[in-house]
């Protein structure tokens, strides 16, 4: 099992980290939601992915399908809303984390941390520079913002010491991930698990 926990981020922060980090461009179109289902399209570099979403009482399972660039672009034209946001990878301790710089429909900075075990999402403690947390709010998730546009959103303070703590993050580049130009996962809407099947073959080795 595996959980996302999302937080807000201030604009100058974003921008320090994308002037530091770099990122690649990800433009996604969402068609309309489906009974138990729901459809997008990614292009990202020079490749495209269909994604299907199944949603299930555990959680939500998605299958992507690589396809052409040409015909990404093509499904882009028909879907019911689009995204287009700079994704940057970073490390955060031992966690992965994506920082997404929204500008169509408008601009939005949020970066979701991702890790393993719900039991651990819910230990995790946000650095000084992360602004609030918006993880249950369903209004902040790419589908939403993409068909309804982004929420009205509070202004997140830079405090000296939000700043200090971005820094020393920032200089610890030992292990960072390199920014790919690939097919980047949404994050899921809510606080919730994600289907994981390797994770549970392991969760059913160990009884």
Do not use: C
Not at 5 to 32: S, T
Not at 76 to 100: C, Y
Not at 180 to 206: H, I, M
């Amino acid at each position: 099992m595996s959980a996302t926990r999302v937080f807000l981020l201030a604009p100058a922060l974003a921008r320090l980290i994308e002037r530091e980090r770099g990122g690649h461009l990800v433009r996604q179109g969402f068609f309309p939601d489906r009974t138990g289902r729901s459809t997008h399209v990614q292009v990202s570099g020079g490749t495209g992915h269909l994604i299907l979403v199944s949603h299930h009482a555990a959680g939500r399972l998605e299958e992507p399908a690589e396809i052409s660039r040409a015909q990404a672009e093509a499904l882009l034209e028909l879907t019911a809303g689009r995204t287009e946001d700079l994704s940057i990878p970073i490390d955060i301790g031992s966690h992965s984390a994506t920082i997404q710089r929204f500008v169509i429909p408008a601009s939005l900075d949020l970066i979701s941390v991702a890790v393993k075990h719900d039991k651990a999402a819910r230990k995790f403690q946000p650095p000084a520079w992360f602004g609030p947390e918006v993880t249950s709010d369903l209004s902040y998730g790419t589908r939403a913002i993409a068909l309804a546009g982004p929420p009205s959103t509070p202004e997140v303070e830079v405090t000296d010491e939000a700043l200090h703590s971005l820094l020393d993050a920032l200089g610890n580049r030992a292990g960072e991930p390199q920014p790919q130009p690939t097919w980047v996962a949404p994050e899921p809407e809510t606080f919730e698990t994600v289907l994981d099947p390797e994770a549970e073959r392991e969760s059913y080795d160990g009884i």
